[in-house]
């Protein structure tokens, strides 16, 4: 999901969507995935997880609920998966719906869509985004682990949310280029600039 998209979500509902990670403690127990990598799905389903938020804080504010806190924001197998901490039955069910949703929303783009399986992928996209995408999603979120995983070896700081935007954008710095480079084994480079002009 785009940044600003992502800050929109982190803006309105701080007490579900946690910004700033938990205090490192070396002996403790690994932060929860959510204040390290955020949404993790596409941006079709703004909308969608923002009309639950919506109604989630409405429930603890209102009604006395207790407060949801999101532990992890995911796309698996199509559809959405929101784990969180501290929900109800009632804001389970709401939560429940949500995700049975998103295998009706394209993931993309937000328009109806199909729960499909491309390449052995499983997706929510409509029918343009189903027909059209030369990338799966789901190929370029494995290579944004590889990559990101790669990239740590050799000290470069880079999540896998940013390596994937970088691949499904298509376009990325020649600094990143090199640093990928010398993540993968390579240690020269040359350049044939005969033909520049
Ligand atoms: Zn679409």
Not at 85 to 90: E, I, L, P, S, V
Not at 102 to 119: A, D, F, W
Not at 120 to 129: D, E, L, Y
Not at 174 to 187: E, I
């Amino acid at each position: 999901m785009r940044d600003e998209l992502q800050k929109s979500l982190r803006d309105r509902y701080p007490l579900i969507f946690r910004s700033a990670l938990p205090p490192r403690d070396p002996c403790g127990p690994a932060p929860d995935p959510f204040p390290v990598w955020g949404f993790e799905c596409g941006d079709g389903w703004f909308d969608l997880l923002d009309a639950l938020a919506l109604n989630l804080q409405h429930a603890t504010t209102s009604a006395g609920a207790p407060q949801v806190v999101a532990v992890q924001v995911k796309e698996k197998f199509g559809v959405l998966r929101f784990y969180a901490d501290g929900a109800d039955d009632r804001q389970r069910a709401m939560i429940e719906l949500a995700e049975t949703m998103t295998g009706r929303i394209c993931e993309v783009c937000g328009n109806r869509g199909e729960l499909v399986s491309k390449n052995g992928w499983m997706m929510t996209h409509c029918a343009a985004h189903s027909a059209g995408s030369d990338e799966s999603p789901r190929r370029v979120e494995m290579l944004a682990s590889c990559g990101g995983l790669l990239l740590a070896d050799i000290g470069v700081s880079e999540t896998e949310r940013s390596v994937g935007n970088k691949l499904s954008r298509g376009s990325f710095s020649f600094a990143f280029y090199l640093q990928c480079m010398r993540a993968l084994g390579r240690t020269d480079f040359r350049v044939d600039l005969t033909d520049v002009t």
